[in-house]
């Protein structure tokens, strides 16, 4: 299978690159090689390479920013997708495109999860951008795959755990104060690209939900994987009232794997025991990479 790996360099996207070779053959690319936004790019892009399937990874996910940076979000996040959903229609490839719990409000009940089938309610305009071009792509082409995920952490880029270790770290005494109201499943980058490529291997078609089993807050993940780190921390709850930001989060990030249990094909474990496994793999590169930012 020839695949275009949009947004390689990123958390996700360098993930699946590294598990989709082995079988595959993979062209990775990212902003420098190939810009979404721009549909004659894109177009030529595909026309040489010529993919059975596009993956697109990019996106602009700087959540707070979208508030303000609306131009840039939405060419990425919403025009992006649509650009690559109208090439790949055009050359016969299939678009697997990944998306966001924060295309939901989060007022469901907790600890009701989120499904396929819930209508999307999004609060920010991160959320607003992510969710257009999830429509842009179903209105598009027929031979889709939409993959919303949530609270995704992994080895290369930014993400949350890098932050809370980074803060450790640096300064093992100061007081660090984590939303204890909002929820949601923390999700191995890693292991999400495992499960995209089973849903390749199954030719899946429409929106899936994939996040690690189980739920938590954001203080309960930090607390768990800074202990799982062996690093001294002093962490201690706070509500998203003590703790305000640019852009408003959902209070319910839960998703639930409807889809892909029902077809028999979810390889998702609890978020503490991939958390734990993500820390014992990789618990020496994660301390050497904060020291060598001094």
Same mark, same amino acid.
């Given at each position: 299978?020839?695949?275009? %790996?949009?947004?390689?360099?990123?958390?996700?996207?360098?993930?699946?690159?590294?598990?989709?070779?082995? !079988?595959?053959?993979?062209?990775?690319?990212?902003?420098?090689?190939?810009?979404? !936004? #721009?549909?004659?790019?894109? #177009?030529?892009?595909?026309?040489?390479?010529?993919?059975?399937?596009?993956?697109?990874?990019?996106?602009?996910?700087?959540?707070?920013?979208?508030? !303000? =940076?609306?131009?840039?979000?939405?060419?990425?996040?919403?025009?992006?997708?649509?650009?690559?959903?109208?090439?790949?229609?055009?050359?016969?490839?299939?678009?697997?495109?990944?998306?966001?719990?924060?295309?939901?409000?989060?007022?469901?009940?907790?600890?009701?999860?989120?499904?396929?089938?819930?209508?999307?309610?999004?609060?920010?305009?991160?959320?607003?951008? =992510?969710?257009?071009?999830?429509?842009?792509?179903?209105?598009?082409?027929?031979?889709?795959?939409?993959?919303?995920?949530?609270?995704?952490?992994?080895?290369?880029?930014?993400?949350?755990?890098?932050?809370?270790?980074?803060?450790? %770290?640096?300064?093992?005494?100061?007081?660090?104060?984590?939303?204890? #109201?909002?929820?949601?499943?923390?999700?191995?980058?890693?292991? %999400?690209?495992?499960?995209?490529?089973?849903?390749?291997?199954?030719?899946?078609?429409?929106?899936?939900?994939?996040?690690?089993?189980?739920?938590?807050?954001?203080?309960?993940?930090?607390?768990?994987?800074?202990?799982?780190?062996?690093?001294?921390?002093?962490?201690?709850?706070?509500? !998203? =009232?003590?703790?305000?930001?640019?852009?408003?989060?959902?209070?319910?990030?839960?998703?639930?794997?409807?889809? %892909?249990?029902?077809?028999?094909?979810?390889?998702?474990?609890?978020?503490?025991?991939?958390?734990?496994?993500?820390?014992?793999?990789?618990?020496?590169?994660?301390?050497?990479?904060?020291?060598?930012?001094?």
């Amino acid at each position: 299978m020839k695949i275009l %790996l949009c947004g390689s360099d990123g958390q996700l996207g360098s993930d699946c690159a590294d598990v989709l070779r082995p !079988t595959n053959e993979v062209l990775p690319v990212d902003l420098e090689e190939l810009d979404i !936004t #721009d549909p004659a790019d894109v #177009d030529t892009m595909v026309r040489q390479y010529n993919p059975d399937i596009i993956l697109n990874c990019a996106a602009y996910t700087s959540v707070d920013d979208c508030e !303000t =940076k609306k131009s840039l979000s939405w060419s990425v996040n919403a025009e992006g997708p649509g650009h690559l959903a109208v090439t790949a229609k055009n050359h016969g490839a299939q678009l697997i495109h990944i998306s966001t719990d924060y295309v939901f409000s989060g007022k469901k009940t907790l600890p009701e999860p989120y499904t396929e089938e819930d209508e999307p309610g999004p609060l920010s305009y991160y959320g607003k951008t =992510k969710f257009a071009g999830e429509e842009a792509v179903r209105k598009t082409i027929d031979s889709h795959m939409i993959v919303r995920t949530a609270w995704l952490y992994g080895l290369q880029g930014h993400n949350f755990l890098k932050t809370m270790l980074r803060l450790a %770290l640096r300064n093992p005494h100061k007081v660090i104060r984590v939303v204890h #109201d909002q929820f949601g499943s923390p999700t191995w980058s890693y292991r %999400l690209a495992l499960q995209i490529k089973k849903l390749i291997a199954v030719r899946g078609r429409g929106t899936y939900h994939a996040t690690s089993e189980g739920f938590c807050t954001w203080y309960e993940m930090a607390s768990f994987f800074l202990e799982k780190m062996r690093v001294p921390h002093s962490v201690i709850p706070c509500t !998203t =009232k003590e703790y305000p930001t640019p852009a408003i989060r959902p209070k319910n990030s839960i998703l639930e794997n409807r889809r %892909l249990r029902a077809a028999g094909i979810d390889i998702m474990p609890r978020w503490e025991d991939d958390l734990n496994e993500f820390v014992s793999t990789h618990r020496e590169h994660l301390i050497n990479e904060v020291k060598r930012e001094k």
